[in-house]
């Protein structure tokens, strides 16, 4: 059974150039937020955020 069509494109050589722009843009700022990401927080900083806050609740709890 069959839930939603698939279609497939054919763009011209114009409309395939915007849609690669577009892609690249999208690339970029994502690779640009995760890189600002890493540089404000440090890399994988929120793991180590979260199990401090978690021990220094418990911490508080016990005292």
Same mark, same amino acid.
């Given at each position: 059974?069959?839930y939603?069509?698939?279609?497939?494109?054919?763009?011209?050589?114009a409309?395939?150039?915007e849609?690669?722009?577009?892609?690249?843009?999208?690339?970029?700022?994502?690779?640009?937020? =995760?890189? #600002?990401? /890493?540089?404000? @927080?440090?890399?994988?900083c929120? &793991? =180590?955020? #979260?199990? /401090?806050a978690? @021990?220094?609740?418990?911490?508080? &709890?016990?005292?």
């Amino acid at each position: 059974m069959y839930y939603a069509y698939k279609y497939r494109l054919k763009p011209s050589d114009a409309h395939r150039k915007e849609l690669d722009r577009h892609r690249d843009i999208c690339r970029q700022l994502y690779n640009h937020t =995760r890189y #600002r990401g /890493r540089v404000k @927080f440090g890399v994988n900083c929120g &793991r =180590r955020r #979260r199990l /401090r806050a978690s @021990f220094e609740l418990s911490l508080a &709890r016990h005292c």
